[in-house]
């Protein structure tokens, strides 16, 4: 699959019981299909993968799949601190037809470097499905380094990177040194075009939770060098950008797409609803959008 343009990282939407709402799942894919998404995140962080068990963090792969029908790709989240669990997720994916899997660095227990090689390597080897790598320090405490990274690079079925360092100079290091070996996405609404002016191909996007279309034409106008049509639909997200992050991700994201009418603000514990002194912000930052 070609990893490139808006990757939404998609919202698991719950019914008031914290039930998944498959009929709201279906919407939004068909939602995303028609704004012109070019790729879809299921259960990844925005899509609460924590608090999901495993039955139902395959019945969203399956049904996002199959609402998908082949007209977007699905990348399954499948990462996890056990090497053993992420195989067993990653390869449950593959049978249920994901085009890719994101697997982010393992979280908790702080692996080093080579630990972090190992447990990539291990995960490509024994399952065939193209995989992106995933770093985000700022949820993981472990931080992969570019050099792991390029090594990792060498293995034909890693394709990808999704940099969510939010540092621009260290993104544009890995795109240097991995080269046409791996594609770099951004992770990081806030600097995706600058780091996609150094020639990373996307962004795993919060934003295009809640504006897709926007997002998807921004993209698109930063891959083709249109950069400053691109630096003019951005300013249009900046509050989106910021403002989706008052509290920690997915919680003002699942109350704004709540706003647009596709879902319940429900959230699973230890994620509470958005609270009463955000709502203001959220609200003026989606009112173009809603």
């Not at 990539?120 to 193209?130: G, N």
Request: proline fraction near 4%; charge should be negative.
């Amino acid at each position: 699959m070609r990893l490139e343009g808006s990757i939404v990282a998609l919202i698991t939407p719950m019914g008031t019981d914290g039930s998944i709402d498959y009929q709201a799942l279906t919407a939004l894919v068909e939602h995303h299909i028609v704004a012109g998404t070019h790729a879809i995140v299921s259960v990844g962080t925005t899509g609460e993968s924590a608090t999901l068990n495993v039955d139902e963090h395959l019945a969203v792969v399956e049904h996002t799949v199959d609402a998908a029908a082949g007209r977007i790709p699905v990348i399954a989240g499948t990462g996890a601190n056990s090497t053993q669990e992420a195989i067993h997720l990653t390869s449950e994916a593959a049978k249920l037809k994901a085009d890719a899997c994101l697997l982010v660095v393992p979280y908790y227990n702080k692996p080093t470097q080579e630990g972090l090689y190992q447990h990539f390597k291990s995960i490509a080897e024994a399952v065939p499905i193209p995989q992106v790598l995933y770093n985000v320090p700022g949820r993981t405490v472990a931080d992969m380094s570019n050099t792991t990274v390029g090594r990792l690079a060498e293995i034909d079925n890693i394709i990808g990177c999704k940099d969510a360092t939010g540092d621009v100079r260290r993104g544009a290091e890995l795109i240097d040194l991995c080269g046409d070996r791996l594609v770099v996405v951004s992770g990081d609404d806030a600097t995706a075009l600058a780091l996609m002016k150094k020639g990373a191909k996307g962004d795993i996007s919060v934003t295009a939770n809640v504006a897709p279309a926007a997002m998807a034409q921004m993209c698109e106008a930063a891959l083709a060098g249109n950069f400053a049509r691109a630096e003019q639909i951005d300013q249009t997200l900046r509050r989106l950008h910021t403002d989706l992050f008052v509290e920690s991700n997915p919680i003002p994201v699942k109350y704004a797409v709540s706003k647009q009418g596709f879902t319940s603000n429900t959230l699973r514990l230890p994620l509470t609803p958005l609270s009463e002194q955000h709502r203001a912000v959220v609200d003026k930052a989606i009112e173009p959008f809603v």
